[in-house]
């Protein structure tokens, strides 16, 4: 079966250095998400990605946040100033057709702010 | 906005019992339902979900889920567990219309299946 894969699996980075979390969605799909899990915290959604511009994002996704699709199968999370509390789990997602359409899950990135 | 409630922090079952998995959401208009489950070490699979018709729908792995409409619940149930079935559980919803395509999730439920 088809895989959503994510790279790093473990990601440390320095308090205000940027990161790029890598994403290949399922080759056929064409809707793109990003969510964390802040240890201990529900899974949050953090930005929709269709058609080569983001559909909606989270009141979390502020402008320290920024996705790309840079080519015909990455798809890209870059932090650009990284915080403490962005130390999370980061999922990748993607859909064949948004409405409700099951979303498949990568493994995640862990994500450490030292 | 959507919300979404489990009333089970940590579920610890012996095999063979059954298993009933709270989730409530609240959303005043049409929603896509859904179970995600989160195996030790692995990514969130589907476990079943919910659009439309029939209100109790079967998943994989024997687990199936009842939609009450007027209860706004979705719970999961399964009739016996085995040990492999240890994992946390994920309730979540996605609203009909516009372009509301995000999963909200609950805070998920563990399970642990002693053998």
């Known amino acids: 079966e088809p895989e959503v894969t994510q790279t790093p699996s473990h990601q440390v980075t320095q308090m205000g250095q940027e990161v790029i979390l890598r994403c290949v969605p399922i080759s056929n799909h064409l809707y793109f998400y990003w969510y964390r899990q802040i240890l201990g915290q529900k899974v949050e959604f953090l930005v929709s990605f269709y058609n080569n511009e983001i559909s909606e994002k989270s009141e979390i996704f502020d402008d320290q946040f920024s996705v790309e699709r840079p080519d015909g199968s990455n798809f890209t999370l870059k932090i650009r100033s990284t915080k403490l509390e962005d130390s999370a789990m980061y999922f990748c997602?993607?859909?064949?057709?948004?409405?409700?359409?099951?979303?498949?899950f990568g493994d995640g990135t862990r994500l450490s702010i030292l | 906005a959507q919300s979404v409630s489990q009333h089970n922090h940590h579920v610890i079952l012996s095999e063979a019992a059954s298993l009933e998995l709270g989730c409530n959401y609240s959303?005043?208009?049409?929603?896509?339902l859904f179970w995600y489950v989160q195996y030790p070490g692995q990514h969130l699979q589907l476990l079943l979900k919910y659009f439309s018709g029939d209100p109790l729908v079967k998943g994989i792995k024997g687990f199936e889920a009842e939609f009450i409409k007027s209860k706004f619940s979705f719970n999961l149930r399964k009739p016996s567990v085995q040990w492999s079935d240890t994992a946390e559980y994920f309730c979540?919803?996605?609203?009909?219309?516009?372009?509301?395509?995000?999963?909200?999730f609950g805070k998920g439920t563990l399970l642990t299946v002693n053998p």
């Open positions: 979540a919803v996605t609203t009909s219309g516009g372009s509301n395509y995000k999963l909200t």
């Open positions: 959303y005043g208009g049409t929603v896509n």
């Open positions: 997602a993607s859909s064949e057709e948004g409405g409700g359409q099951p979303q498949h």
